[in-house]
């Protein structure tokens, strides 16, 4: 299995993240639950942040893949504060700091799942050897 498809599931998933923050706000469903948005931002960050690391673990590059938790953390915590400014042409949409820390937690705790986690270590090695 060729190193690209390894990147495909980041990508897909941050054209998801992208389309969802372009929703005016009016047509989003609210929860009246204080703060829960932020639980929202971390969850869909942490998933991205798994996603990053199986993109750069399964990088071409051995220098790349030593530093793919930085690399992640970078990317990820670039890409949220990108989709924060976005945000600001959306109607009924806004720019947050607390969502860009949200996201940036996110994006943390999901490369730390991502290192910690042994399926996912499984799963790695068995497409590794499939090659």
Avoid at 33 to 61: C, P, Q, T
Wanted: hydrophobic share 50%.
């Amino acid at each position: 299995m060729t190193k690209l498809w390894f990147k495909i599931p980041a990508v897909l998933y941050a054209a998801v993240i992208f389309l969802l923050s372009s929703i005016p706000q009016q047509n989003i469903m609210q929860v009246e639950i204080w703060n829960f948005d932020k639980v929202e931002h971390l969850f869909e960050y942490s998933i991205f942040g798994v996603f990053l690391m199986l993109a750069f673990v399964n990088f071409r590059s051995e220098k790349v893949t030593r530093n793919a938790v930085l690399i992640s953390l970078i990317i990820g915590i670039l890409y949220a504060g990108t989709d924060e400014i976005h945000q600001l042409y959306i109607p009924g949409r806004f720019c947050s700091v607390y969502d860009l820390i949200a996201d940036t937690i996110g994006v943390a705790l999901g490369a730390y799942y991502f290192t910690k986690s042994k399926w996912i270590a499984r799963i790695n090695s068995r497409l590794e050897n499939s090659r």
